[in-house]
């Protein structure tokens, strides 16, 4: 993982985008499935969400989730979960390349279409 400089956020506000292997708000940061597995969270999954200054607080773009299972362990966890990011990464892209949703002034995504018309 690589913290971006402000400058360089700035700069591309609104094109850049991350995937965080939580469902965001929840579990930002670093160690996202160890935090959830200490929570107790009966599901966890993704995020992909524009990039902002602050880490992992962007518009949401797509969430997918996953179950968290009893015998669950860090790396089952997180296997579990890069299987949903191969979806949800994908899709976000193609929101944001076809221009169905665009980052606001406001800092709030604006859809233009429905997402499901993917």
Known sequence: MRI???EFVRTWHGR????HPSLLPSFKGMHAQKLA???GVRISGCTVHFVEEEVDAGA???QRTVPVKSNDTI???QER????EHVAYPKALELV???IAVLGDNGK???NGEPDDL
Do not use: P
Not at 16 to 19: A, D, H, T, V, W
Not at 81 to 84: D, G, L, M, N
């Open 4 to 6: 971006l400089s402000g």
């Open 97 to 99: 390349a076809r221009k």
């Open 109 to 111: 995504i604006q859809w």
């Open 75 to 77: 790396t089952s966890l």
């Open 16 to 19: 850049l985008i991350n995937i």
């Open 37 to 39: 597995l200490e929570a």
């Open 81 to 84: 979960i890069k299987t949903a």
């Open 60 to 62: 949401i773009l797509v």
